[in-house]
C-alpha cells in the first residue's frame, strides 16, 4: 500500500487564536444545593417526627413575626420549601444558572449576588403580601437578571450568544412571572429578587477584556474591588431602607 508523504507544516503558518475561558469549580453553587436540600430533609423529619415542619416555623418569611424583630426571616427563607416539586425546580434553576454565573463572577461575588437577590425579595414579599413564603426562586430570579446584565455589558465579546442568551432570559422571567399570578405563589418575591440581582450584577458584575499575547489570549475582568463593595452596598442600603420604612 502505498502512502502519502506528510506534509510538513508551516511554522510561520499562522494559528488560531484561543481565549481561555473562566474554569472555576462552582463549588459555591454546589454547597448552597447541598445545603438547601439537607435542609428539606429536615423538614420531612420534622414532620414525620414532631407532627410540625420546625424549619418553616422559625425561618419562614412571616411578616408579623419580622414586625417583632426577627430579621432573619429575610433571609432563612431562601433555605426552605414547601414540596419536593417546589425544590427540584429551584434547585434544578440553581445548578443550571449559578454554576455558569459562579464561574464568571467568582465564588465571593456570585454568594453575594445569591443571598442579595434573597434578601431582595423577601423585603418585597414582606412590603407586598400577607401570610408566610419559603423558597429560593428570590435568589434564583436575581440570578437570571444578573445572567440578563452580565451579557448586556459584555455583548461586543458574546456577540450573537449575548442576544439570544438575553433573549431566553427574558422569556423565561415572562413565563415564570405568568406562572407566579396562580395563587399561592409568591411574584412580588420574585420580583424583588429580579431587582436585586439586576442592582447588583449592574454595578459589581464582571466587565471581561481579552488580553494576552497572540495566539493564546485568557479574560480579565476590568472591574475593580471597590465597584463590588460599592454594588453590594448600594444594594444591601436600597433593599435594607425598604425593609426599615416596612419596619418602623
Known sequence: MNEAPLEPQDPFAPQPARVAMPALAPIATYAILGFTVLMYLLQMASVALLGDDLPIMLGARITEL????????????????????????????????????????????????YFLGAFAGNVFSFLLTDGYSVGASTAVFGLVAAEVIFFYQNRKLFGGQAKQAISN????????????????????????????????????????????????????????????????????????????????
Do not use: C, K
Open 66 to 113: 419580622i414586625l417583632e424583630g426577627q430579621w432573619w426571616r429575610f433571609f432563612t427563607p431562601v433555605f426552605l420549601h414547601g414540596s419536593v416539586t417546589h425544590i427540584f425546580f429551584n434547585m434544578y434553576a440553581l445548578l443550571s444558572i449559578g454554576s455558569f454565573l459562579e464561574r464568571q463572577f467568582g465564588h465571593g461575588r456570585f454568594l453575594l449576588l
Open 169 to 248: 432570559a427574558f422569556f423565561v422571567i415572562a413565563v415564570n412571572l405568568f406562572i407566579g399570578l396562580s395563587p399561592g405563589i409568591d411574584n412580588w418575591g420574585h420580583i424583588g429578587g429580579l431587582l436585586g440581582g439586576a442592582m447588583f450584577a449592574w454595578f459589581a458584575g464582571p466587565r471581561w477584556q481579552v488580553a494576552g499575547i497572540y495566539p493564546q489570549f485568557h479574560l480579565q475582568d476590568q472591574r475593580e474591588s471597590r465597584e463590588v463593595v460599592m454594588g453590594a452596598s448600594v444594594t444591601a442600603l436600597v433593599f435594607g431602607a425598604l425593609a426599615a420604612l416596612g419596619l418602623f
